[in-house]
Each structure stands twice: as C-alpha cells, then as structure tokens.
C-alpha cells in the first residue's frame, strides 16, 4: 500500500469542549462533497451540533459525547450510509482497520487521550506507508481542531494558540496549526492508564 490522503476540510474547534463536533462537521463537510448532493451540514454551526449529539431527541445514549450519538448523527445528515463505532485493543489489527477505510474513501473519528487530556476527538484523512501490514509501519494524517495537541509533537500550538497562523478558506475550511499533523499507532489510542479503555482504539466512520 502506498501512501493516501483524503481531501478533508479542515476546522478548529471554538470551544474547549467542542472536538467531537468539530470532526463530526468536518466529516460532514467531506462527505457531502463526495456524493455531490445537497447537505446543511456546513451551514451548521459546530455548537449546534454538539448540542444535538448531546441534548437531542432521539439520540441512543443519554451518555455524554457518547459514540453512538456520533454515529447516529452521521446518519440522520446521510441516511444512506451506515456508520459504525469499532473498538480494538491490538495495534496492528487497529492499524489495518483504519487504512481499509482510507482506502474506501473515508475518514476514521478516533477517540484518544494523553498527558494533556481525559479524552479528545479527532479525524484521520490520511496514512503513510504500511508496507508491511504492521503499526511500526505506518504514520497517519490527522485533522486535531485542537492543534498540534499530542505531546509528541513537542508543540504548544494547541488549547488558545490553536489558531495561531491560521485562516479562512474558500472552500469553506480553515489552515490551523491542527491541519495534516502526523501521530503514529499511540497518537491515535487512549493510552492513559488511569482512565477508562486504555491501549484501546476507538473507530467512528462508514461502515463495511
């Protein structure tokens, strides 16, 4: 397999709080795209939306950023698509999973956590390498709204500098310093041992 990139929009969150709705309208914005058909989804604003996938009507979970009110939100703007949430604790499986959706066109909504955080969102676009089906194998491109947040990234160019160097395009998305950052196999994983489901990798996109 040689490298892939998806032509995601790219978009900073306004909020502290606001990841899962930033990747939800990014994804949006590019599938809307892709299929050519008329969506509200980027008129929405990302607030809005937030409070949907969290305080709307007939969501399954009354849990809070819960992952199949993400899902189920996807499918209300396109219901002819099925969404899934996957999970999987064993890198290279996860790895694999991921770059099959990138090959099928679609972006992967990835549930992590590090040293900076109890829990963020964010969209992988794209992969580098994966010759040999293994995690040291591959790196990926990943849309963060709330910068170059890992710290492996070495950067502070999250949190309120997540706009800094940044700008409007006019294809409806943004340049932020969060835009096509690179995170191997750990980026992308809750890894924090003292939180819920760590070394597990949480999966949103179009299903199989």
């Known amino acids: 397999m040689a490298d892939k990139f998806l032509a995601v929009p790219y978009l900073t969150q306004p909020t502290s709080i606001t990841c899962q709705s930033t ?17 509200p989804v980027e008129a929405l604003s990302i607030t809005s939306i ?18 199949a009110n993400m899902a189920w939100w996807l ?20 790895m694999l999973r991921i770059v099959r959706t990138i090959d099928r066109g679609f972006p992967v909504i990835v549930s992590t956590n590090h040293a900076h955080t109890a829990g963020h969102i964010i969209l992988v676009i794209g ?28 950067s502070h160019m999250y949190g ?5 160097g940044g700008s409007s395009r006019l294809d409806g998305g943004e340049l932020g310093p969060g835009k096509a950052v690179i995170y191997d196999y750990n980026g992308i994983r ?19």
């Open 190 to 208: 809750r890894i924090r041992t003292d939180k819920h489901s760590s070394g597990t990798y949480f999966l949103l996109s179009v299903a199989n």
């Open 127 to 154: 992969y580098n390498g994966m010759a040999q089906f293994a995690c040291n194998d591959v790196s990926f491109v990943c849309h963060d709204p709330y910068g170059k947040f890992n710290p492996s990234l070495h």
């Open 75 to 94: 499918h209300k703007q396109f219901p002819t698509y099925k969404f899934a949430v996957d999970s999987c604790a064993i890198p290279d499986e996860a």
């Open 160 to 164: 309120k500098h997540r706009f800094d």
């Open 23 to 39: 990747c939800l309208k990014m994804f949006g914005m590019y599938l809307a795209d892709r299929i050519g058909i008329s969506s």
């Open 50 to 67: 937030w409070k949907e996938i969290n305080e709307g009507q007939g969501r399954p979970s009354k849990e809070r950023n819960s992952y």
